[in-house]
RNA sequence: GCCGGCAUAGCUCAGUUGGCCAGAGCAGCUGAUUUGUAAUCAGCGGGUCGGGGGUUCGAAUCCCUCUGCCGGCUCCA
């Protein structure tokens, strides 16, 4: 008898050797018919394997993350038998699932795949699905697996089992598809009730630019149509907020081939957002201590060089800008801590100075591959809301605390309420990648684990994500409709005190360097107005929409009221203006509420005789009559609540 | 950069297998209308069919090339 442990603590005793679905069934018949796969002593697995000694046991349903994979995983091998059914002598590479779905990489050979081919494969799986063939488990020997794949000619499937060891190797069949496969399945393709393909792309074999392209094929599945429906609404509500279809129908930002791709230009109500955030962000800092400071576009190349960026990037970037006559050679600059950097040599300094936190809004510019460039998320040039911190190494820890506070009083402010920091580590490895001693990196990274525990900050830790010169720790956050996004960092550098010899004196009175932290709250402008666009649909809270309010007259008999309620309002730091159009009232607010305008105030002979505004909020419709000094009242509450 | 797709008026889109002066709605302009909570009516103007080259008697439509955009891959100091 083994003894295996629930979720929920309690122990049962079973026969050696039975199946997780059996043990499922001794709980309830409802989880036995909706597990999907049991995790064992943490080990993900079939829910048909035999378990043979004691240990911890979790039942992976839909609901859990371990269930969705390895369902999407199973309707992948699915997809796949669908594509062989349909496309005989096809080539598949990998098919995993991932966050939202599943893909399947396929050598299609001289076929090719469009959108329009989709949806009578899709047919094809729910055919198959509705067979219900079991998902059957092989091991198999090398030797073997190796010879079905060379009768099969796919060499893809071949180099995989390459790099496997013998006895380690499975191959899972449904139906009259088999694939190597080391698992989990769910027991069989009959839950799989929903299926939709949704993207096709290229993608290179293992990807490896030189390699062979491969045509990859996004898609997702669920056990219920209705699950379907919902997330294919989702991806409609995505749509609709994409920041770039937002961005020019509310006029903050544009695009011109003239100027260049990935170089945004923002409009007069994009740039007032902007500056209200950075006036937010700037006064945030100056509470903090940070000091403001402007630095050129251009530095010499020889201040890459010395902060080793050029060695680094210098290919890969804009190329340097050259002076006619002496020849000097310029670059776009594509970070500003080496500027920063020479602000501190600009003077010796003592340890009674320090920390010293240098911030600018500083316009960079990075050569980034064309087929990059994705609206405002990914441009060539860009401001960051950077600054640097040089402190002393034992600073670090409460440094690291103050801009932790720094980014969490930040996305409070922008409502984002949800997120997780992710510490980003070198990888022991690769030590050839990474600049600075053993020793500084040990400290710079342990510095971070505190930080984050002491504020027992929610954290996943990933390993070879650092930056060259440093670990770091990135915010990521959940939007509305719960994506992921990365926001702010927080980089911890040992590196660049080193190349541009920053020092200190230190109460010894002998010379010391300082520790650098680069941190940048939103990251850049750019990217955190993209996000915060899709965040809000374009609803920005009240104190940083462009245009709080617009009025509406009835008629043009009352333009002069309406001027004057704008500038009464105007005293009261409430901006708007009055829409003198000639056009009927429904018009007018037709296209305030489509510019998402927050309030609208009406006014005619009846508001002009009590100095009053009747006002309608943006989604929300009339909400009544007020007089200009209860509508300022109302305004202040409205605008708090949007903190 | 790579693979695939796309590019018609300011915007959203029609334009059948190459064939008369390339269309619609919205926006714009002019005029009428003076409006009470999501589109008032009428008239008018506007397009080198992304740029360049080619095939053809004839190209928005077919081919090449460049630019830009979209979906991915790779990359991201």
Wanted: proline share 4%.
């Amino acid at each position: 008898m083994i003894q295996l442990t629930f979720p929920d603590g309690s122990i049962r005793e079973y026969e050696a050797g039975i199946s997780g679905l059996d043990v499922a069934k001794s709980i309830s018949e409802g989880l036995a018919r909706n597990v999907l796969s049991v995790s064992f002593n943490g080990q993900t697995q079939d829910t048909g394997l035999p378990i043979e000694t004691n240990g911890t046991i979790v039942f992976n349903t839909w609901n859990e993350d371990e269930g969705k994979s390895t369902f999407w995983h199973s309707s992948a091998h699915l997809f796949a038998e669908a594509v062989e059914a349909l496309y005989p002598g096809v080539k598949f590479g990998i098919g995993p699932a991932i966050d939202q779905g599943f893909y399947y990489d396929i050598d299609l050979g001289e076929e090719s795949l469009s959108l329009d081919d989709l949806p009578a494969i899709e047919k094809k799986m729910l055919e198959l699905a509705r067979q219900k063939n079991e998902y059957v488990r092989k091991e198999v020997s090398k030797a073997d697996a190796i010879k079905y794949f060379e009768e099969k000619g796919d060499e893809y499937k071949l180099e995989l089992i390459d790099g496997l060891e013998d006895g380690q190797i499975t191959f899972y069949t449904q139906g009259g598809f088999t694939d190597l496969c080391k698992g989990p399945h769910i027991p069989n393709t009959g839950s799989i009730k929903a299926v939709k393909l949704l993207k096709v792309a290229g993608a290179y074999w293992r990807g490896d630019e030189k390699r062979k392209m491969l045509t990859r094929v996004y898609g997702i599945s669920f056990p219920k149509q209705k699950e379907l429906t919902q997330h294919l609404a989702l991806l409609e509500e995505a749509k609709k907020r994409d920041h770039r279809k937002l961005g020019a129908e509310l006029e903050l930002f544009m695009f011109s081939d003239r100027v260049g791709a990935g170089l945004p230009i923002w409009l007069p109500k994009g740039q007032a957002i902007r500056e209200r955030l950075q006036k937010f962000l700037k006064d945030e800092q100056e509470k903090r201590g940070y000091k403001m400071v402007t630095t050129p576009h251009i530095g010499k190349k020889e201040l890459y060089v010395t902060s080793g960026h050029y060695a680094k990037y210098g290919e890969d970037s804009f190329q340097p800008i050259k002076t006619p006559k002496d020849n000097e050679e310029f670059l776009l600059k594509p970070m500003n801590c080496p500027h920063h950097c020479e602000i501190f040599n600009n003077r010796p300094h003592s340890y009674k100075e320090l920390p010293i936190r240098i911030a600018e809004f500083g316009t960079v510019y990075r050569y980034e591959q064309s087929g990059e460039l994705h609206g405002l998320s990914r441009v060539r040039g860009f401001t960051q809301d950077d600054a640097h911190i040089f402190c002393t190494r034992d600073q670090l820890k409460e440094e690291f605390l103050n801009v932790l506070d720094l980014t969490k009083v930040v996305l409070d402010k922008m409502g984002f309420y949800e997120f997780t920091a992710q510490i980003s580590l070198r990888d022991p490895a690769t030590p050839e990648k990474y600049l600075g001693s053993t020793e500084n990196w040990d400290a710079a990274e342990q510095a971070i684990i505190d930080a984050t525990e002491e504020v027992g900050l929610k954290t996943v830790t990933e390993i070879g994500e650092a930056a060259f010169y440093g670990p770091k720790l990135d915010f990521m956050i959940k939007d509305a409709i719960g994506r992921s996004w990365q926001l702010g960092t927080i980089q911890v550098d040992y590196n660049l005190p080193e190349r541009f010899e920053l020092e200190y004196i230190g109460s010894d009175n002998q010379s010391h360097r300082p520790v650098m932290i680069h941190r940048a709250p939103f990251g850049s402008m750019e990217r955190f107005m993209s996000i915060l666009i899709e965040h809000t649909a374009g609803k920005f809270p009240l104190w940083l929409t462009p245009e709080q309010f617009v009025v509406i007259p009835v008629s043009e008999v009352f333009n002069d009221y309406g001027q004057s309620v704008v500038n009464e309002l105007a005293k009261k730091d409430i901006t708007g203006k009055v829409d003198f159009r000639n056009e009927t009232i429904g018009k007018k607010i037709r296209e305030a509420e489509m510019q998402k305008i927050p309030i609208m105030l009406i006014i005619g002979e009846k508001e002009q005789e009590e100095k009053a505004v009747s006002v309608r909020m943006q989604g929300k419709g009339d909400i009544g009559s007020m007089t200009l000094g209860e509508f300022v009242e109302f305004f202040e509450v409205e605008k708090e609540k949007g903190e």
